[in-house]
Structures are given as structure tokens and as C-alpha cells.
């Protein structure tokens, strides 16, 4: 029924003479693995290209060979070193209140820096925060050491010159044994209500994210469904940031 509503969902835009824009996030990187050749692989052959958030701590040379090979691959910045700094019950959060805000702001501009040397030109200068959530105060100053856009999961945007955020996530980090790829009926729903949500607040593309490291057979199953779908158009980071609308959401 989930392929229903999604194929419903699409109809409604090209009643609207739209189509509908996806652009894909992948989480998490640091190392070259199986799990990332096969993100490239799928990604590559279907004329995708990623986002891909790497973690500038633990991030090496292997890595920046392999993104230097595959010009889909467009590494940003995640973080420093996915080190929480939160205490439970609170969330999971590296970029917050925890530590003075230069000490965060520096924390990123060491990311950058240290990606710069891994992938010189390649660098996009994006931060994605960790566990897709950071201090408000964060993003004015973002600019300052060189960051033009920052990335989290959620249709509300607080910072509409600069936030480009993804909307429908692969995995089901609450499954009850453990974070499990959704089936592909329940992710193409989740697609298709993101969808939904867009056309109605000015068609903007939305995001999926991926964490290739933590994929089961499902996940990737899933993946491969929607990239299989015809009716979607795949975008770059570069155009979803042009894309978006201007004004708070
Ligand atoms: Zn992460």
C-alpha cells in the first residue's frame, strides 16, 4: 500500500507540473570499508551524488583516496569527534551548551582544518552535527570560520539562509532489537509524506540520510527501491541549497 501512496503522492505533483527533487545525506564516514564501496557503488551507478558527513577525528587517509576517486562523493564535516557532551536523559549532542561556545565554534573550525588537509578542494564546507542537533546560537557564527551551511533532520528550518536539512532516514534507530533498516513499503510512506510536506511549503527537495555503516540487508534493500524509482530526481547538495525557500518554516 506504501508504494500506493507514494506513487499518489507523485502524481499530485505532476498534476502540479512538478517533480519531485531528493538529495542524499550518508552519515558517519571515517574509514574506507565494504559498507562504503557499496554506498559508492549503488550511488554512483544510478548518477546520485552524496553528502558525505565525514568525522574529522578518526577520518584517514584510506578515505580520502577513495572520495578522490569517486567525484560523487562531496565530503563535509561532522563534528569533531562524535563525543558526547550531554548527560542522560538529556539527548545526545556534541555542538551544545556543554562547553563555552568558542570552545564548540573551535571544535568545528579543527574539523575543517583537518578535512581541508584530507580533501583539499573537495571539502564542502557544510556542517552536519552530530546526532543532527546543536546550540541555536551556533549557526550566526558559522560564517566565521568558513561554513556556509549546516544540515540536521527536520522540516523546520530556523535559519533559512543556511540550513538544508534531510526529512526521511533509512534506519529505525528505536527498532525493538536494535537500530534496523525500515522495509521498503515503510520508507517509500515516509517519502512520500516528506513529500507532502514540500509541496505545500514550496516544493523544496528532501533529504534522505543514510548511515552505510550500520545498514542491514533491509536498508540496503530499501535503498535500492527508491533509487529504482523513475519518478524522483536526484540533486546535489549544491542545487537542494538553492532550492530552498528563504523563510523560516
Ligand atoms: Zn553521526
Same mark, same amino acid.
Given at each position: 500500500m506504501s508504494q500506493l501512496e507514494l506513487e499518489t503522492e507523485l502524481q499530485t505533483w505532476r498534476?502540479?507540473?512538478?517533480?519531485?527533487?531528493?538529495?542524499?545525506?550518508?552519515?558517519?564516514?571515517?574509514?574506507?570499508?565494504?559498507?562504503?564501496?557499496?554506498?559508492?557503488?549503488?550511488?554512483?551507478e544510478a548518477?546520485? =551524488? %552524496?553528502? *558525505?558527513?565525514? /568525522?574529522?577525528?578518526?577520518?584517514?587517509?584510506?578515505l580520502a583516496a577513495f572520495v578522490g576517486q569517486h567525484g560523487h562523493l562531496q565530503p563535509c564535516v561532522h563534528g569533531w569527534s562524535h563525543t558526547n557532551h550531554a548527560s542522560a536523559p538529556e539527548k545526545k549532542c556534541e555542538l551544545g551548551t556543554h562547553r563555552a561556545l =568558542? %570552545?564548540? *565554534?573551535?571544535? /568545528?573550525?579543527?574539523?575543517?582544518q583537518r578535512l581541508a588537509g584530507l580533501f583539499g578542494s573537495r571539502l564542502v564546507p557544510v556542517l552536519v552535527p552530530p546526532w543532527n542537533r546543536m546550540r541555536d546560537d551556533l549557526a550566526p557564527r558559522l560564517g566565521d570560520i568558513g561554513i556556509k551551511a549546516f544540515s540536521t533532520f527536520t522540516h523546520k528550518?530556523?535559519?533559512?539562509?543556511?540550513?538544508?536539512?534531510?526529512?526521511?532516514?533509512?534506519?529505525?534507530?528505536?527498532?525493538p532489537e536494535g537500530a534496523?533498516?525500515?522495509m521498503?513499503?515503510?520508507?517509500?510512506?515516509e517519502l512520500a509524506?516528506?513529500?507532502?510536506?514540500?509541496?505545500?511549503?514550496?516544493?523544496?527537495?528532501?533529504?534522505?540520510?543514510?548511515?552505510?555503516l550500520v545498514h542491514d540487508e533491509m536498508a540496503w534493500s530499501s535503498l535500492s527501491t527508491i533509487v529504482a524509482n523513475t519518478g524522483l530526481a536526484w540533486v546535489s547538495f549544491e542545487l537542494a541549497f538553492d532550492s530552498q525557500p528563504r523563510t523560516t518554516s
Open positions: 498534476v502540479a507540473g512538478r517533480q519531485p527533487q531528493v538529495w542524499w545525506r550518508d552519515d558517519d564516514a571515517i574509514s574506507l570499508t565494504p559498507e562504503l564501496e557499496r554506498l559508492t557503488q549503488l550511488t554512483g548518477g546520485i =551524488d %552524496v553528502l *558525505l558527513a565525514v /568525522i574529522p577525528a578518526y577520518a584517514d587517509q584510506a =568558542d %570552545v564548540v *565554534l573551535s571544535d /568545528i573550525e579543527r574539523g575543517r528550518r530556523t535559519f533559512p539562509e543556511t540550513q538544508v536539512n534531510t526529512h526521511v532516514d533509512v534506519m529505525d534507530w528505536k527498532a534496523a533498516g525500515k521498503p513499503d515503510r520508507l517509500q510512506s509524506a516528506a513529500l507532502g510536506v514540500s509541496r505545500l511549503n514550496g516544493y523544496y527537495p528532501v533529504g534522505l540520510l543514510t548511515h552505510h
